[in-house]
């Protein structure tokens, strides 16, 4: 390859167990029709009907292919063969065909795909197997993305996809598992982080980035909401009755299209855990979320003037802990008074996971008066199942601007301390919002928010076991490879 020659960029598609196990004596262990299908739609489908994907393909893959389906239909087909003596393809390549066109190399092919007449006529190029070629395509600065069907069953494999440099790609998208004939897998998508420009990526993958939804949710409110008065005065724009969901088991959805308070998500929620309705105690971290709220002026202005400065009153953390207690002030000592939810769900996700009551609520109509704010996400439920705890919250009251994104990451945080110390793996959280609403100062700010690429989501690991909730704290918890956009200011109404 001559120095400066150009070449295509290129992405992997592969299936392979949780061992990176890929083929057995040349061919799948596996029959799934479900991942058949799923790689035929995505490099088969093209955004622009005028063009084609290309797939490439070493030649003991390419001869594993029964003859009835060589070459692969509506797609350009290059196979690598060190059998071949020249650099160049016996003839020129048509643009309208399926080939297959024959390649010493893969840098042989990439130069080829990217040349006339097959620049012009390709979309997306994929490297689609064997061991060999995958090997050496992933080492490629050219390589953008990895698109992974992950299956969770084990079996017998004597070759084996490469080890994905975590370094380099970062998980983009997870689709939620599904089965084939009892067998467990998860499509998955990797970009690669040495891309100057944000990766192209197919039209037809399995999920799209998660905060996708999100942005989408936004945009939408925007546009459509209903203009809204507010106990606040503000105004508002809203819409009523929308949902997200997002996949916990390979990532955190902490929103990376603006940076979001991290630290104050997990403070916030370990207070909640605690039990705690004094805001001093998150003031003292430098944590004000709740400043406004449990200021003088507005217990005052809600009628609790005999209301310490700083006591919320029985809110989350009270009802999680203590429901039906009778309130007596922050300072006082609950002990074994009303209703431990948390404490009895973490026992029946432990004794009984398939219970269909595996509910956390914060919404006590008779305790009501005395919160400095009835609560916004008031009611939540748990499920159990393939070893994994799942989620499911339900928000009267969602700030999109502000609100939501700690409320996304405090759900998806919690999920993944029951799962801790149940014993159990974080499966899909589902975000159930009520009046979805962006307050009118917001709607500027979230403009521009909406502007930003979404980058991948970071991953959250707790390494040191904890068989209790209660001791688990801001410093157990490790979060890697956050990378945000900058913070974005937005005014909270109060």
């Known amino acids: 390859m001559s120095e400066g020659t150009k070449q295509q960029v290129f992405q992997l598609v592969v299936a392979a167990t949780r061992q990176l196990g890929i083929g057995k004596d040349g061919s799948l262990p596996w029959k799934l029709p479900g991942d058949m299908k799923y790689f035929k739609d995505l490099t088969g489908t093209t955004s622009d009907p005028s063009k084609k994907n290309a797939v490439i393909m070493g030649r003991t893959t390419w001869e594993s292919i029964p003859s009835k389906f060589r070459p692969l239909k509506g797609r350009h087909n290059v196979v690598l063969s060190r059998k071949r003596q020249q650099e160049q393809p016996d003839s020129t390549p048509d643009p309208s065909g399926d080939g297959p066109v024959t390649c010493s190399s893969l840098g042989t092919a990439m130069e080829l795909l990217a040349q006339p007449p097959l620049a012009n006529s390709i979309e997306h190029v994929f490297v689609i197997g064997g061991g060999q070629v995958y090997k050496e395509a992933i080492q490629s600065e050219l390589c953008a993305a990895i698109h992974l069907t992950q299956i969770d069953e084990d079996y017998d494999c004597d070759t084996f996809f490469p080890k994905i440099d975590q370094s380099r790609f970062k998980l983009w998208s997870a689709a939620s598992p599904q089965k084939d004939k009892g067998v467990r897998y998860s499509f998955l998508c990797y970009t690669a982080t040495n891309q100057d420009e944000p990766v192209s990526l197919p039209a037809a ?44 088991r390979h990532s955190f959805p902490l929103l990376t299209t603006k940076r979001v308070f991290w630290r104050g998500v997990a403070e916030e929620l370990l207070w909640f855990i605690s039990g705690s309705t004094n805001a001093k105690r998150l003031q003292d971290k430098g944590i004000s979320i709740w400043d406004g709220n449990a200021s003088r002026a507005y217990l005052d202005s809600i009628g609790l003037s005999n209301r310490e400065e700083g006591d919320l009153g029985p809110v989350y953390g009270f009802q999680w802990r203590h429901f039906g207690a009778e309130y007596k002030g922050m300072h006082a000592d609950y002990s074994g008074q009303g209703v431990d939810q948390l404490a009895d769900l973490i026992s029946r996700i432990k004794s009984n996971p398939e219970d269909r009551r595996l509910i956390l609520s914060a919404w006590n109509p008779t305790a009501l008066p005395d919160m400095a704010l009835p609560p916004c996400h ?117």
């Open 205 to 248: 993958m399995a999920s799209q980035h998660e905060e996708q939804q999100y942005l989408d949710l936004v945009a939408d409110v925007i546009k459509n909401g209903a203009v809204r008065p507010d106990r606040t005065g503000t105004g508002t724009l809203s819409l009523f009755g929308k949902q997200m969901r997002f996949n916990l």
């Open 378 to 494: 008031l009611m939540c439920q748990f499920y159990v199942a393939d070893g994994e705890l799942s989620c499911q919250m339900y928000q009267r009251s969602c700030d999109l601007g502000l609100g939501v994104p700690f409320n996304i990451a405090s759900y998806a945080l919690l999920t993944y301390l029951i799962a801790h110390t149940c014993g159990l793996q974080p499966g899909d959280l589902v975000h159930v919002l009520g009046d979805a609403h962006v307050y009118s100062n917001h709607v500027e700010p979230l403009k521009q928010q909406m502007k930003n690429q979404p980058r991948p989501f970071p991953v959250l690991s707790i390494p040191e076991k904890k068989e209790h909730i209660d001791s688990i704290a801001y410093e157990d918890l490790q979060l890697e490879d956050y990378k945000p956009h900058a913070k974005i200011a937005m005014q909270m109404a109060v």
